[in-house]
């Protein structure tokens, strides 16, 4: 018994010894996408915010950010190990939470952002999403999985009945933000209409002959969490200290927005290039229905909704399954 012990005990060192002999991460890849959505996440490179606290953690990273069009794309990229931080809707995390339940476990490490999304079109016949013809074509980040495409069938579903939640699928075309706007406003595209989220949403309306079609908040019930920051288990469970530095990053970063919300856009315009002005970006971020949190708000009527449908196999059984411990004690739903 007393050899047994010992035995046990000797296992228990070389495992503390290769652990700590094996360190953490020195350089990390994390993705963002574009848009004020991703505002944290900006101010987090050009601060060098995760490297600041994994400093302080006794621990030296290179962060490297990577610009993705859409969440598939992602996913895909985190599975293959090219990846270690994602970012997007809250679409495809549900996705990859059930494709990986049980294996590599991939989950939200807490909320981004919520605000609502708009489907402008500039089809003047169009008034409502039953308008919509074989001759209109709906840009959104990634067909079926983003999170405007999900939004999009709860849409239809509403509109069409039970069952016709892929109605409007054929129309849709995978396109990034900035790519799908330019589609959108010049007119000459084959893209009559586009589901994507501020700045590039407000700045169609802007434009003569563009009108909204449709309001996330309204398909949902209320305000909805629209992205979110996830990752796989074993990136967590190797690299406890990076893991807590970009969340500490992350707070910091959204408490830097709440304060002073002027330097918040000037912030963005000087990272994005975006040619809006001030004015205007601030006008969004004062927005009361944009809001930057890390409590996931609504993200169990997305996952119902895409079990019912068949777009996931596994159904969460509650929002905390979607989601590492670390938010599980906020007002999440």
């Known amino acids: 018994m007393f050899s047994r012990m010992i035995n046990a005990a000797l296992v228990a060192v070389l495992v503390l010894v290769s652990t700590a002999a094996r360190g953490e991460m020195s350089e990390m890849n994390v993705a963002q996408q574009y848009g004020i959505a991703y505002l944290p996440l900006m101010l987090m490179e050009e601060q060098k915010l995760i490297e600041k606290h994994a400093k302080a953690a006794g621990?030296?990273?290179k962060v490297n950010w990577a610009k993705f069009a859409g969440g598939n794309v992602?996913?895909?990229a985190l599975l293959s190990g090219g990846l270690q931080v994602a970012s997007g809707g809250i679409g495809p995390l549900i996705t990859i939470w059930s494709r990986t339940k049980g294996n590599l476990d991939v989950k939200g490490m807490a909320s981004l952002n919520s605000m609502p999304l708009l489907l402008n079109t500039r089809n003047p016949n169009v008034k409502s999403i039953k308008d919509f013809t074989?001759?209109?074509?709906?840009?959104?980040?990634?067909v079926k999985v983003s999170v405007q495409a999900v939004t999009l069938q709860m849409a239809a579903e509403k509109a069409f009945g039970e069952g016709q939640q892929g109605k409007l699928d054929p129309l849709t075309v995978s396109m990034s933000h900035p790519d799908g706007q330019t589609a959108l406003l010049s007119g000459r595209s084959e893209i009559t209409a586009h589901f994507s989220s501020p700045p590039f949403q407000y700045q169609q309306?802007?434009?003569?002959?563009?009108?909204?079609?449709l309001n996330s908040f309204e398909v949902l019930g209320g305000p909805t969490t629209f992205n979110v920051?996830?990752?796989?288990?074993?990136?967590?469970?190797?690299?406890?200290?990076l893991y807590d530095a970009f969340l500490k990053a992350l707070d910091e970063a959204i408490a830097q927005i709440a304060k002073d919300k002027k330097a918040a856009a000037e912030a963005y315009l000087r990272i994005s290039k975006d040619k809006d002005s001030v004015a205007d970006i601030l006008a969004m971020l004062n927005d009361p229905q944009i809001v930057y949190t890390t409590t996931p708000l609504n993200v169990m009527r997305y996952a119902n909704f895409m079990a019912k449908v068949g777009l996931i196999k596994v159904k969460p059984d509650s929002w905390k399954d979607l989601?590492?411990?670390?938010?599980?004690?906020?007002?999440?739903s």
């Open 205 to 213: 309306l802007e434009k003569p002959g563009i009108h909204t079609v």
């Open 323 to 332: 989601f590492f411990p670390n938010v599980h004690t906020l007002a999440g």
């Open 229 to 241: 920051i996830w990752t796989t288990s074993k990136f967590r469970n190797e690299n406890p200290k």
């Open 74 to 76: 992602m996913n895909d």
């Open 59 to 61: 621990i030296d990273v």
């Open 134 to 142: 074989d001759k209109d074509r709906i840009a959104l980040p990634a």
